[in-house]
């Protein structure tokens, strides 16, 4: 049997097992309207997607403290600047 990759809302209700055993070999995706709005993917691939192992979550202060430095650098003085004159009216 063919795979389809792309179910109707409606073709996919009235053919749920169907749906079901192809998305346990690739994940299938569900329009409504002529949109795509869901994709069905098996639980392992899912898991595999999902999974957080060996991966540290890091705090943005962790990220921040290991960005590399800029060089150092002055900003050049600045002159005098008289002040605009600015209308409110």
Known sequence: MKTKKSWPVQ??????SEVLRAAAKEP???SYRGQDTAVLLSAAEFDRLTSKKGVKRRSLADVLR???????F???????????????S
């Open 11 to 16: 073709d996919a209700k009235a053919r749920f």
């Open 66 to 72: 290991d960005c590399p430095r800029a060089p150092e």
């Open 74 to 88: 002055e900003l050049p003085p600045r002159g005098f600047e008289p002040m605009r004159r600015v209308d409110f």
């Open 28 to 30: 299938q995706r569900i």
